[in-house]
T-cell receptor
Framework: AQSVTQLGSHVSVSEGALVLLRCNYS??????LFWYVQYPNQGLQLLLK??????LVKGINGFEAEFKKSETSFHLTKPSAHMSDAAEYFC???????????FGGGTRVLVKP | KAGVTQTPRYLIKTRGQQVTLSCSPI?????VSWYQQTPGQGLQFLFE???????NKGNFPGRFSGRQFSNSRSEMNVSTLELGDSALYLC?????????????FGQGTRLTVV
């Protein structure tokens, strides 16, 4: 079975500082990997996805993630945090067939002025 | 283009009752998936429907069921509600079924069981 681990349930960063959210996955086959963001009382919005093309994936709002097979990781970064980045972020893995997403526990990001 | 619409947005039910939640996918999308989100268990997959057929099912009791109509709209039903069923229920629609397909989420239905 696939699984996803997000290190750190809460992350606090200063405005303008680097945002780094960690995600490790477990999968017996090459996975499809996703990062989603959730704002309060909202659904999830896709930030970016990895589907076996380039290992460095660029997403919306200045976020990017790097797929590292040797480390089974898919960490999310943004060079400079903005107040509007305060939200909860979820890493997810998908099986090859079907649309079942397995999510990590989420990381809540707080941005300090 | 309209997004995924879930109704109602909020719902309060009593233990033992049943509830039906509705999801209208993005026009042209044929796959609908449902997820339960709770503080303790996080986001968990309930089931996926594609072309009116259940394609995949998560590890939930039989009290949780769903269906999809010919226009791709989907409903999920929870019978004999328990306090632990209180959660945000999210619906996601996708153009097709396949692991690399982007899922578009609705705003969810927040169910409170009292």
């Amino acid at each position: 079975a696939q699984s996803v681990t997000q290190l750190g349930s809460h992350v606090s960063v200063s405005e303008g500082a680097l945002v780094l959210l960690r995600c490790n996955y477990s999968s017996s086959v090459p996975p499809y990997l996703f990062w989603y963001v959730q704002y309060p009382n909202q659904g999830l919005q896709l930030l970016l996805k990895y589907t076996s093309a380039a290992t460095l994936v660029k997403g919306i709002n200045g976020f990017e993630a790097e797929f590292k097979k040797s480390e089974t990781s898919f960490h999310l970064t943004k060079p400079s945090a903005h107040m509007s980045d305060a939200a909860e972020y979820f890493c997810a893995v998908s099986e090859a067939a079907g649309n079942k997403l397995t999510f990590g526990g989420g990381t809540r990001v707080l941005v300090k002025p | 283009k309209a997004g995924v619409t879930q109704t109602p947005r909020y719902l309060i039910k009593t233990r033992g009752q049943q509830v039906t939640l509705s999801c209208s996918p993005i026009s042209g999308h044929r796959s609908v998936s449902w997820y339960q989100q709770t503080p303790g268990q996080g986001l968990q997959f309930l089931f996926e429907y594609f072309s009116e057929t259940q394609r995949n099912k998560g590890n939930f009791p039989g009290r949780f069921s769903g269906r999809q109509f010919s226009n791709s709209r989907s409903e999920m039903n929870v019978s004999t509600l328990e306090l632990g069923d209180s959660a945000l229920y999210l619906c996601a629609s996708s153009l097709r079924t396949g692991g690399d397909t982007e899922a578009f989420f609705g705003q969810g239905t927040r169910l409170t069981v009292v």
